[in-house]
């Protein structure tokens, strides 16, 4: 029986997709990657192989995603793996869907899918900010917050690419979560801003010059805070605000 070319065809897109292994794995192990031994998992020959044929790279980078999640790798880690692929095939920065659909695997492998959470970040989404606004108020607009807090937001520089963007708001999203571990709500404001409501402490002002000192000036974020206002129908006015205005 003759030769259909398919045979040939997947031999071809074989060899590409070790070939592209191969280049992946060095730069990554180059550039972002300290354990060498634990880059390689099969989501990386999906991805190889889905550029190489041309099939679906987001659904790759998906499983890529969750695959790095489930061995623990952080998402900034991840991300930067992901850069390095992109090099390697000519692309330079990888496209925000291949970005967003990562880290939807990210989430969903290693982290909780409920409703109240972001897809790409993993922050709580504005509306669960407005639902914990309503908590401190316990009577309305009748009384201020029984105790006092502060709604700390940082803000991401408008002006940088999409992919650098989203980018650094995932992973300082992730920073964020470490930061914040006294009970504080860390939420999405928007694309570009990031809100969290922490109880008033003596010890306040000087964690978030820390985080000013960190995180904060890693990622290019102002960081700035202001007390809740006295009544609930101000505070959701001020978080709309403040969504509406970095779109």
Do not use: K, N
């Not at 407005?130 to 709604?151: C, I, K, M, N, S």
């Not at 979560?177 to 990031?194: K, M």
């Not at 409501?197 to 002002?205: S, V």
């Amino acid at each position: 029986m003759g030769d259909d070319g398919r045979g040939a065809g997947a031999c071809d897109h074989g060899v590409r997709t070790r070939e592209l292994r191969a280049l992946w794995g060095r730069r990554s192990r180059a550039q972002v990657w300290d354990q060498a031994e634990d880059w390689w998992t099969p989501a990386v020959d999906a991805v190889c192989a889905a550029f190489a044929t041309g099939a679906d790279l987001a659904d790759a980078s998906g499983r890529l995603g969750a695959a790095r999640a489930r061995a623990g790798i952080g998402v900034g880690q991840s991300l930067a793996d992901l850069a390095a692929f992109t090099e390697v095939v000519g692309w330079g920065e990888p496209p925000l869907g291949l970005v967003r659909a990562l880290a939807e695997g990210w989430v969903g492998g290693g982290r909780s899918t409920d409703t109240c959470q972001d897809a790409l970040t993993g922050l709580a989404t504005p509306a669960y900010l407005r639902t914990r606004l309503g908590e401190l108020y316990p009577f309305g607009d009748d009384e201020p917050p029984a105790v006092a807090h502060r709604l700390v937001v940082l803000t991401l520089d408008p002006t940088i690419d999409p992919w650098r963007r989203a980018a650094r708001l995932i992973v300082l999203g992730y920073e964020l979560r470490r930061f914040f571990d006294r009970g504080e709500s860390v939420c999405l404001l928007s694309r570009g801003r990031i809100a969290v409501i922490a109880q008033e402490a003596e010890e306040l002002d000087g964690r978030l010059s820390e985080l000013r000192r960190g995180s904060g000036w890693e990622h290019g974020a102002g960081v700035w805070a202001i007390p809740l206002p006295r009544t609930l129908r101000e505070a959701l006015t001020l978080i709309d605000g403040l969504g509406r205005s970095d779109r």
